[in-house]
DNA sequence: ATAGGCGCCTGCTGGC
DNA sequence: TGCCAGCAGGCGCCTA
């Protein structure tokens, strides 16, 4: 669900809230999450101080004392915040830690089970984590030559190249097609064929929808809450995303939706043409046939 | 190297 | 009302 400017979001609602209080107790449910939890993670958090709540790509770094690191991913529907202890647990709550000193309590919601929680005994250890991964860098970060480099090596479709955590981290479904929109260009244009600058264009786009986002609080369609348990605002500014059949925000045409690197995709089809100029045999094959009818 | 399909899960919606 | 297919902010594995 959640993608950078979600995450963001929860990141900078959790700071204040957590930073400086105690892990009195930390339970973890018995229902199994994306990544195993080992029990012995659960009684070295016992009584730690939260130094720091960051942000990397779409994973959530809380730092503790003594370099221990708790690493949170919130998948397609996962929700962090910070409840009041008295209030009835929210189904689906498969973690709940008590922060000491309060009434209050941070737990982790993931009504599909695709998120994760993971522990990590030192900053090294998390830092490899995120290296083995081959976690890209920030979007805000994105050095242009390499930008430039990586959509030059690749015949991925733009698509899938803004969605691969290796080459930038945090976009995902809604702020590809979203960025796609802002840069007019077609989300089946190939890496190759993009000229530096069509890919300046999309690096700036990227960059501004997702700041817009971050501003509105987020893109909630149905699960996403913020840290405080309240929604975003920026599902009300999408230009293409979830928008099929819809009239395109700047010529008025039909917003379309196709399947691509297995996600919906939704981009306008006159304002974002396919200007490959090396097209695959199979298409070209298919525009010879189409203008022989 | 790349695309596509599937699986991991639960819940919601729309069609019949 | 029920049933079934299709859909969903992610991601890793497999095959061709």
């Excluded at 993608?3 to 892990?23: C, K, Y």
């Excluded at 920030?138 to 480099?149: A, V």
Aim: aromatic letters at 8%.
């Amino acid at each position: 669900m959640p993608e950078l400017p979600e995450v963001e979001t929860i990141v900078t609602d959790l700071r204040p809230r957590l930073v400086g209080r105690r892990i009195a107790s930390f339970r973890v449910g018995k229902k199994n999450l994306r990544r195993p939890w080992n029990t012995r993670w659960t009684s070295a958090l016992r009584g730690k101080k939260i130094e720091t709540v960051v942000r990397r790509g779409k994973w959530i770094v809380l730092r503790l004392e003594k370099g221990l690191h708790l690493v949170f991913h919130l998948g397609m529907t996962g929700q962090l915040m910070v409840v009041q202890a008295r209030q009835p647990l929210a189904s689906h709550t498969h973690v709940v830690a008590d922060l000491d000193e309060t009434d209050e309590q941070l737990h982790f919601r993931d009504i599909r089970r695709f998120g994760s929680v993971t522990f990590f005994a030192g900053e090294a250890h998390v830092n490899r984590f995120f290296h083995d991964s081959g976690l890209g860098p920030e979007p805000f970060d994105l050095e242009p030559g390499y930008w430039r480099n990586c959509l030059a090596r690749t015949s991925r479709c733009l698509k899938a190249v803004l969605l691969d955590q290796r080459v930038l981290a945090g976009v995902g479904n809604i702020y590809a097609d979203e960025a796609l929109f802002e840069a007019q260009l077609h989300p089946r244009r190939l890496g190759r064929t993009v000229r530096p600058q069509e890919a300046g264009r999309l690096r700036r786009a990227v960059i501004q929808v997702l700041n817009r986002a971050i501003y509105k609080r987020g893109s909630s369609i149905r699960d996403y809450v913020g840290g405080n348990g309240d929604r975003g605002e920026y599902q009300e500014e999408f230009r293409v995303y979830s928008r099929a059949g819809a009239p395109c925000v700047r010529c008025r045409r039909p917003i379309r939706r196709i399947r691509l690197a297995g996600r919906s995709t939704y981009f306008c089809p006159s304002c974002q043409r396919n200007r490959s100029q090396f097209r695959s045999q199979e298409s070209r094959v298919r525009s010879q046939k189409k203008s022989e009818w």
